[in-house]
């Protein structure tokens, strides 16, 4: 059973634990294709780790991801499930490359310039040549005003400027869904503006998205659909208008805190 021709990913009673720990309850999502998600709720509620299992950085102890039609499962007994005749960690790296993530720490290479930060995956996953890889990154770059930097090392730059090239070194694979996780909250606050305008443009321009953010502001004005979570679940889901009168008690809560702090 696939999903549905306009959800590009599905989630399907998707659990993670850490040990004895439970850290996402049995989770039923869907998105679809061009919709933007955005996350919201306390530290600690799951938010992240729901936004991992979705490309399986950590995999799901339990239940299916459908990615673009495509079933995924956790391993059983450590041995990764073979489906369609090709090797599960191929059939990662292919979910992954598809999948972009911004993380909140950059995780750009500090020994690499900027350019070659953008290029690496290029060359690494789509088999790029270096002249091919490098003319692609500089142009990934232009779109994130980050191109007369691409000679630079990422101790050259702000934190603001490490997360376009991030953000840079996604898109460069033409993912079809992006995941920004906390994608401003190490910034400055001064910074935390230009990194918001350019997922304000992706989201203009059709890209679906998945957003844990603590920017309230922006999640309003820019999802289609706004999820609360807390204590490792879905508390309560729906457009932005409403959620200008939550239903949930806990969600109302967790806004009043927001609001008045």
Not at 5 to 24: A, I, M, P
Not at 163 to 187: G, N
Not at 213 to 240: C, K, L, N, S
Request: glycine share 10%.
């Amino acid at each position: 059973m696939s999903a549905s021709t306009s959800s590009l990913l599905e989630l399907r009673q998707v659990t993670k634990q850490f040990g004895e720990t439970t850290v996402l309850h049995p989770t039923d999502l869907q998105v679809e294709r061009g919709e933007v998600v955005c996350v919201i709720g306390p530290s600690g509620s799951g938010k992240s780790t729901l936004l991992r299992c979705v490309n399986f950085i950590a995999p799901p102890t339990t239940g299916t991801i459908v990615f673009d039609g495509e079933e995924y499962r956790p391993p059983k007994d450590h041995r990764w499930i073979p489906a369609l005749g090709i090797p599960e960690e191929q059939r990662l790296t292919r979910l992954r490359t598809q999948v972009g993530m911004v993380f909140q720490q950059f995780n750009v290479f500090p020994h690499l310039t900027v350019r070659e930060n953008v290029a690496l995956g290029l060359r690494k996953t789509c088999g790029l040549g270096k002249k091919a890889a490098d003319a692609r990154a500089v142009e990934e770059l232009g779109k994130v005003g980050m191109a007369e930097k691409a000679a630079a090392y990422p101790e050259q730059l702000s934190g603001g400027q490490k997360q376009r090239v991030a953000i840079a070194r996604a898109l460069a694979l033409e993912p079809k869904l992006m995941l920004f996780d906390e994608a401003t909250s190490a910034l400055d606050p001064e910074l935390v503006g230009g990194v918001l305008q350019i997922m304000r443009d992706l989201a203009a321009g059709g890209m679906t998205m998945m957003v844990v953010t603590h920017e309230m502001r922006f999640a309003m004005d820019v999802a289609d659909r706004v999820i609360f979570m807390d204590r490792g679940g879905i508390v309560e889901q729906g457009t932005p208008e409403q959620f200008k009168s939550p239903q949930h008690e806990r969600t109302r809560a967790f806004l009043k805190s927001i609001n008045h702090g």
